[in-house]
């Protein structure tokens, strides 16, 4: 039973999708849509998240309306979709055009929240220049069709930091262009709760993803963030520290939970979800 001071919480993408991983080929969920939904639903998450792979099987299967008739039904008023890369490189249109494309289509049919966006892996920039006008283009696409972009810093990409994304944020300056704080990336690169509430505001953050991690590295970072997430509360991260400076500036949800992990993954989704909610639900201050 929750109260109306619960927290909202959406279950991301791999958090649900169960025996399935980022650059798995494909990476489809080998859970119908429908047993995900109904599963998100009854294990108390207010939304859910869906990557590119999955939408198109939902599009070629049910359709993105009886997808939004039963996420409606269900009480799952929140939905995120995931993830464009390679949209700041012209020489690459053929690839992420097509991907941009569908996503629009589903976040416009579902009333999607935001379309999640990233970098290419590697070291992090030093200049953001190249980003601004691409990120204007296609926030301005989304925005004509009722959506806004969100972009995730990546401690293993391009724009690695939270504190470099809010500076891109101010020179991209449109109202429908945000952030997703993912606390895993945050905690990898080192940046600090007062780091976060000198460089963010309220405004620019449309999603957070919680989610804990070890202290130790395991393999590459892109390994660790794949392979060896931790439920919140059983890792190394303060997810209550984290959630509290949010709440100081001014972010009261809905929050995201991003688990990834062998562990996870091995676990019947029912149950996989129902333990990332009540760990996450488990960290927030009373």
Request: proline fraction near 6%; aromatic fraction near 6%; hydrophobic fraction near 40%.
């Amino acid at each position: 039973m929750t109260s109306p001071n619960t927290p909202q919480l959406i279950a991301s993408c791999w958090t649900s999708a169960g025996n399935v991983a980022p650059l798995s080929k494909p990476e489809n969920s080998p859970v119908p849509i429908e047993e995900r939904v109904d599963a998100i639903a009854t294990t108390g998450w207010a939304g859910l998240g869906l990557a590119h792979d999955d939408l198109l099987t939902i599009r070629d299967t049910i359709g993105f309306p009886e997808l939004r008739r039963i996420s409606d039904q269900a009480g799952l008023g929140h939905v995120e979709v995931e993830l464009l890369s390679s949209w700041w490189d012209d020489s690459r249109s053929h690839e992420w055009r097509p991907q941009f494309d569908l996503l629009l289509d589903a976040a416009e049919a579902l009333d999607a929240s935001f379309i999640k966006v990233g970098t290419a892996m590697g070291e992090g920039l030093e200049d953001y220049t190249r980003f601004v006008a691409p990120l204007q283009q296609i926030t301005k696409e989304a925005a004509n069709r009722g959506t806004r972009i969100a972009l995730e810093p990546m401690a293993f990409s391009m724009v690695d930091s939270i504190p470099h994304a809010a500076d891109l944020m101010r020179s991209v300056d449109m109202p429908e262009c945000g952030l997703v704080v993912d606390y895993w990336h945050v905690f990898r690169h080192g940046t600090t709760p007062e780091e976060l509430a000198q460089k963010l505001t309220v405004d620019q953050i449309f999603g957070v993803e919680l989610n804990d991690a070890d202290a130790e590295v395991r393999g590459t970072l892109f390994e660790d963030t794949r392979d060896h997430r931790r439920l919140c509360g059983q890792g190394d991260q303060d997810v209550t520290g984290f959630i509290t400076t949010l709440l100081d500036i001014g972010f009261h949800g809905p929050w995201g939970v991003e688990i990834l992990s062998n562990a996870h993954r091995a676990l019947p989704v029912r149950e996989a979800l129902a333990v990332a909610h009540s760990t996450a639900l488990s960290c927030f201050p009373n």
